[in-house]
């Protein structure tokens, strides 16, 4: 298994800041050299590109109502971008980040954005589910996971926990990965993560160089109220890696259509039992 954190840097402390990220800090072994053998560097560098994108593009939604064209992003990134920052999701978003000339489609494609891309590294798999709880359903993290002992290795854009296994979480294969449509792993699966807050640092129309630049576009009320929880979520941090135990009846209590009078009882009875841990009972 490939459990090497891949990146150690730390991102700005703004959440969609405006302003440029310090440089990258020296990283410990590069992923190309953790690669198996018989893996097609190329083919891994599209799945991180694909999952980097499709991260981009739904954060986008929710920060500002505006999307992606994913197609135009992959296309443009691969076209102006070494392989070897291709192997990292945070060196790729430095990247993109520092590429004044990097403009990207609106999923219109009425107008060429640029972009920034923060990054929030994740220090394990209770903190990649503690984030997903922040956004259910909106991939928000690029992970790396591996499965096969290490023969397999793969870039998904997560977005939620597992329907029936709360100890999993599922991520979206993307771009070059053509094996599947979703990834279900485990935190044995998990080799590293960093959850991404792009933001739109100006925009143009698509008339080409000489169209005027405009400001970006204000954030939705949403997202306004979102952002200062994700800022807490990553000061937080966890204290541990490992996964909680989750019990049925917290599962039970947990899915409850609507909150009754039994469902109120579920929930007192699994607040009750002496294990439950404490990232389960926040959860619920």
């Not at 959440?15 to 097609?40: A, H, K, V």
């Not at 870039?155 to 771009?175: H, K, L, Q, T």
């Not at 990553?234 to 609507?258: C, E, K, N, Q, W």
Request: charged share 20%; with cysteine.
């Amino acid at each position: 298994q490939l459990a090497v954190p891949l990146v150690t840097s730390t991102a700005p402390a703004g959440i969609g800041s405006n302003e440029t990220p310090p440089p990258l800090q020296p990283e410990g072994p590069l992923l190309d050299e953790l690669l198996p053998e018989s893996m097609d560097r190329a083919e891994f560098g599209e799945c991180v590109v694909g999952a980097v994108a499709v991260v981009a593009d739904e954060m986008l939604q929710v920060k500002y109502g505006w999307g992606l064209d994913v197609a135009d992003v992959h296309s443009r990134v691969l076209a102006r971008t070494e392989a070897r920052t291709l192997l990292s999701p945070q060196k790729l978003a430095a990247h993109v980040t520092a590429r004044r000339d990097l403009w990207f489609l609106d999923w219109r494609r009425e107008r060429l954005l640029r972009l920034e891309l923060v990054c929030h590294p994740l220090q394990g798999f209770s903190d990649m589910r503690r984030r997903l709880r922040l956004l259910p359903g909106i991939p928000s993290i690029v992970a790396i996971v591996s499965s096969g002992a290490g023969s397999t290795v793969d870039a998904v854009a997560v977005f939620r926990v597992g329907c029936s296994n709360a100890n999993s979480v599922v991520g979206r294969c993307c771009e070059g990965s053509s094996k599947q449509r979703l990834c279900h792993f485990t935190e044995a699966d998990l080799c590293s993560a960093v959850a991404i807050v792009p933001s739109i640092v100006a925009v143009r129309g698509c008339g080409g160089h000489g169209s005027a630049t405009q400001q970006p576009p204000p954030c939705t009320t949403e997202f306004a109220g979102l952002a200062a929880l994700l800022a807490t979520d990553r000061d937080i941090g966890p204290t541990a890696t490992a996964a909680p135990r989750v019990p049925p009846v917290f599962l039970a209590a947990l899915h409850a259509a609507s909150p009754t009078a039994a469902t109120m009882q579920r929930i007192g009875d699994a607040l009750e039992l002496p294990d439950v841990e404490h990232d389960c009972a926040q959860e619920l």
